[in-house]
């Protein structure tokens, strides 16, 4: 067991709860978060900079006269507990000026339990000089190539653990661990900006040890990135404007799962909570159920219990254990991610999906693992070979989408022309755009399990104050049927 | 920490202590506190109700050519040091780097206005509470629902150097922000203001509600190239994106539109200026390496001028550094924006359009292709037509993909009032503001459209 005692912490945790308690909090929460990183970036055959960092603090929030307050310290002392916990309510009592109705809880039960991710290799008691090898090893092989401008490496590793104490009795401590990183390489030339990466962006992370790094062979595949960065230069443009067929990556799946789906199916969003910031959905709880979001083939799965997922623990922010479920079966849009508040206002219960960004910010609806399950339409190469006209779209580069998760626009690295059955042509700057529900309507072929990997989105944004997450989305590359591409010249 | 902020003199002792605890050639700590208040409104009512007090100090400890940082929020004794023995242990462990010029010397930092105002620092949840009460009470009243919030933000920042360095500055700044949303339309309005007393509540309802009123029930138009003039919220959007490119990285990188074009026109009449010492800003004199900031004509009527830099970028590029650090070191930007104003007011740039579109805002805006500018988004809260300079009926959303610095290519007409807008957070601290206008521009190429 390497999860923290948290004995000091734990008694703090009780002393902020007597105090909200005392001063007329009708719930509350205490959650102390320890988080310890370590980012690392070469480029151009230096090391550009590499930061460990560390921040622990604690937040309590509590319900008072029916409204929220949450407030958060990183001075952890019996003093200064008192003083948050207070200062939760108060703020709690100065939201109920525009109350409409109570803030009711879907209940849970109220567990004493542990979690830890499970790894391999403990990236935080690896050699720095182990780490960097990688890095450096990787980094100098895509400088071989001539005709780079930028090339660079990196990796990300993360921990932290947390104990979750509430006034309903919960005493949760959790240890969460996470690995990840990537290569880089970009093309400058005939007024062009070419990149291209490898396994996807800067950006690829899992839960686990550092086995998840070194199993991507990025040393490996050096020489074929920095070789189609430079290659992107003369490739020719996508097609302008036109319907086709598109084969998308399983890392560009991933992201337009995350985009959406996993975000439209957020039940505050779908409540009008980021109606002003991030939007809200079209995915009204009148669709629950019997809305047709896309095609049979599509089956879209709520699991915060996926092996490497970076949605997967043991318990969410608000005490609720890991769950797993269905977003959308066959097609029909059929579940939300919720809260204990969001659920009870359906009349259900929470999912568990309440996640915070460290200690300073208080948990919102957060995608877990939000995966796009595995169909049967073989390797990649068997749905190329199936697709007589078409284009094969890799790796994000650009995504937006519309405050209700409707009209998006995605660009990838690259792209391949498809013909008759063959991967052609490479073409610079494909993009694709369309509306969520047509575009799923359109699946006809997703590639089966031995395609389909747990990718990561390590820096989703949500929130006022900001807040990032972690959210996880396991995809294998699918084909979607009369497309717009080619949006830009 | 005792109060609202720890002020310099406790901030220069925790510095020290942090700076005798590294051990190599050269040492720099950066500190960034931060108490932000926030409460978030949405149906009309308060849902999210946040404080939070954080601090943090990021070491950077330089052997040779060699450095790293460590960065911590536990600021006694055994914290500092913790953190400045890592980042040493880091830097001796780091790979030479020829590159690398040091730490920089430190250099007289001139006086900028002040942006700290006590009463923001010490405004209430009950303050806070009552001015969102303010913008949902008045879209109850027309029967719009309200979500936005209100916030109030005190930070410091200092930075020290075992060269001498030594700078710091306290701030605040108060945001209100409003969407009034009806049954099929809404408007969106944003005040900032380092003085939470002069924070301007009832114009932002007023501005949203009034805008809602006419934005219910958009029609169809179909997605081409308009005309349009764009609110502050939007050229807001416009100017970060190209203050990006507006740096000797974007440069060197190969990735900016000014690249080998400095002293050559890229755009049309507007006058761009990275103005640390706006006293109408958030104004700072000095970046996040404790370097005097310069202010910079970066754009003027439509010429390239200049890019801004850090230490390590100008080095490398044998320029002068223009003290534009980030608190991620290596990647400077312009953090005092300022869209030079024109002379029309907002009703006359509409008036100057035949058949075009407002926009009120943005939405979830990327690059698509950074060299060309080119950026892809939506419009949301608040589109219409303009008909014979006349705001005709609102339309539904559009997608639009388009070069940024091309379409300020044929610039009709510019505000001369500018908003205060802020954008930007790093380690949770807001780093950079804007000052902008609206325009009218000549051609904005919508690419598709939304059913609402």
Known sequence: MTIPAFAVERDLAKRALDTARTRGATYADVRFVRRDEENALVKNGRLDAVDRSDSFGFGVRAMADGAWGFAASQIVAAQEADRVGALAVEIAKASALTKKRDATLAPVDAVRATYETPLDVDPFTLSFDDRLKLLMNAEARMRERKGLRTTRAAYAVWREDKLFVSSEGADIAQRLTEVGGGIAAEAVGNGELQIRTYPDGLRYQNAGGW??????????????????????????PCPQDT???????????????????????????????????????FLTPDKLGTFRYGSSQVNIRIDATSEGGLGTFGFDDEGVPASEGWAVK????????????????????????????????????????????????????DLIADTDDGILMDTNRSWSIDDKRFNFQFGTEVGWEIKNGKRRDMVRNPTYTGLTPEFWGSCDAICSESEWVMWGTPNCGKGQPGQGAHTGHGAAPARFRDVRVGVIK | MSGVLFGDRELHAIAERAL??????????????????????????????????????????????????????????????RAAELASDLARRAPEDPTYPGLPAPRPIPSAPSAYVEKTAEATPLDRARAAKTLCDKASAVKLIAAGFVATNVQEIAVASTLGTWAYAPQTYAEAQIAAIGDDGSAFAQRVSTDVTSLDVEGAAAEAVGKAAIAQHPRDLAPDTYEVVLTPYAVRDMVGFLGMQLSGLAVEEGRSFVGGKIGQKVTGPITL??????????????????QPSERLTLIEDGVARAVVYDSVTAHRNNAVNTGHAQPFVGLPAPMHVRLEAGDK??????????????????????????LRTIVTGMTRDGTFAILDGEIAHPVKNFRFTQSYHEA????????????????GEQFGLMTSCQRVPALHLGAFTFTGATRY
């Open chain 1, 211 to 236: 086995e998840i790094l070194t199993r991507w062979d990025l040393i490996g595949n050096a020489e074929r990135v920095a070789d189609e960065a430079v290659a992107l230069l003369s490739a020719k």
């Open chain 1, 243 to 281: 319907i086709t067929s598109v084969i998308l990556s399983g890392n560009q799946l991933s992201l337009h799962c995350h985009e959406s789906c996993g975000h439209p199916i957020e039940l505050d969003r779908a409540l009008g909570s980021e109606a002003a910031f991030a939007g809200t959905s």
């Open chain 1, 330 to 381: 066959e097609g029909i849009f059929v579940g939300y991610l919720m809260s204990r508040e969001t659920a009870a206002a359906l009349g259900t219960r929470s999912n568990g999906t309440m996640r915070a960004d460290g200690w300073a910010r208080v948990p919102i609806i957060r995608m877990t693992n939000v995966s796009v399950m595995p169909g049967d339409a073989g390797t990649l190469d």
């Open chain 2, 20 to 81: 005798r605890a590294a051990a190599g050639d050269q040492a720099e700590a950066l500190i960034i506190g931060k108490t932000g208040s926030l409460t978030r409104f949405a149906n009309s009512a308060i849902h999210q109700n946040v404080t939070s007090r954080e601090a943090e100090l990021r070491v950077r400890v330089v052997v040779g050519t060699r450095r790293a940082t460590a960065t911590t929020n536990r600021l006694d004794d055994d914290g500092l040091r």
């Open chain 2, 273 to 290: 200026v990275e103005d640390p010492y706006d006293s109408r800003s958030i104004p700072r004199a000095f970046d996040f390496e404790g």
């Open chain 2, 345 to 370: 007011t907002r009703e006359q740039l509409v008036a100057g359009v035949k058949k075009g579109v407002l926009v009120t805002r943005f939405h979830y805006t990327r690059w698509v292709h950074q």
């Open chain 2, 408 to 423: 300020l290519g044929e610039v009709r007409g510019i505000s001369k009032d500018l908003s205060l807008l802020v954008t």
